[in-house]
Nanobody, 125 residues
Framework: QLQASGGGLVQAGDSLRLSCAAS????????MGWFRQAPGKEREFVAA????????YYAGSVKGRFTISRDNAKNTDSLQMNTLNPEDTAVYYC????????????????????WGQGTLVTVSS
């Protein structure tokens, strides 16, 4: 089970930190991802991190502004979002998958078996 939190209403240029807590003893073996869905748009990849934290992946639109990290001791991963702009407004979902992977796998929502409920991020201009 995944629980996303940290969303809220912020102004353009502000920062926000999302967290995803997993109630799983196997968290350290999970690859974690963040996706978002803006109103009227399809869900899109944001960032992903492999089980060890040694590999991270970002969508081009957030690279350099967002940072994904994980704490396996606390069964959580986080998405630090800086320099937010109105285009970042969306419901953000955390997701998890196990097993072997490739960078392409972690960027595809269809490769994730477990999903959190989503947390809303609204960025005002």
């Amino acid at each position: 089970q995944l629980q996303a939190s940290g969303g809220g209403l912020v102004q353009a240029g502000d920062s926000l930190r999302l967290s995803c807590a997993a109630s799983a003893r196997i968290f350290s073996s999970l690859h974690m991802g963040w996706f978002r869905q803006a109103p009227g748009k399809e869900r899109e990849f944001v960032a992903a991190i492999n089980w060890s934290g040694g590999s991270t992946y970002y969508a081009g639109s957030v690279k350099g502004r967002f940072t994904i990290s994980r704490d396996n001791a606390k069964n959580t991963d986080s998405l630090q979002m800086n320099t937010l702009n109105p285009e970042d407004t969306a419901v953000y979902y955390c997701a998890a998958r196990v097993g072997s992977y490739s960078g392409s796998d972690l960027k595809s929502q269809y490769e994730y078996a477990y999903w959190g409920q989503g947390t809303l991020v609204t960025v005002s201009s």
